[in-house]
């Protein structure tokens, strides 16, 4: 059975037991053609990354940095395989420092140069070591350098790779 409203054309339906309902299909369809238009107007393409991000420090928090402090150039410490054996490698300092010949010299050398409390020394427990291994050296001497700057007392060592 139909009803008729008053003056509208609208027709609305009795379904089983005389209740009056609506027609859901127009209305279903309707929310499925905006759900297809948005997936295929939508760019499901990740295009964030991550960036390093250098924070400015607050003001007012700890010791005002010092506008005459120079720049820490790192110390580069370059390592080189030379041969098949345990101790045939090469050890090469960048900059005007005495070259080591042995890992136990570039020991003494960083531990002669780790500023200690009483004021000696040139470089703090922070000034970047950076390890630069050949491609063609073995893991056993890259790693023998970077823990000899360990040994030494530096806190940041890391590996680079070579230029």
Excluded: C, K
Excluded at 68 to 86: A, C, S
């Amino acid at each position: 059975m139909a009803a008729r409203t008053a003056g509208s054309s609208r027709t609305i339906r009795r379904g089983p037991g005389g209740t009056l309902g609506v027609n859901m299909t127009p209305m279903i369809d309707v929310v499925f053609l905006l759900l297809i238009y948005f997936m295929v107007a939508t760019d499901f393409v990740v295009t964030e990354e991550i960036y390093r991000l250098d924070l400015p420090q607050r003001l007012g928090s700890g010791a005002p940095d010092d506008p005459f402090e120079l720049e820490r150039d790192p110390v580069r410490i370059g390592v080189h395989t030379t041969g098949p054996e345990p101790e045939d490698y090469a050890l090469d300092l960048t900059g005007p420092w005495p070259q080591p010949t042995t890992f136990e010299e570039l020991l003494a050398f960083l531990q002669r140069n780790l500023i200690r409390d009483e004021g000696s020394g040139l470089f703090p427990r922070d000034h970047p070591i950076l390890v630069a291994p050949d491609p063609d050296t073995g893991w056993e001497h890259a790693v023998e350098a970077f823990s000899t700057a360990v040994r030494a007392g530096y806190v940041n060592v890391q590996f680079v790779p070579t230029s």
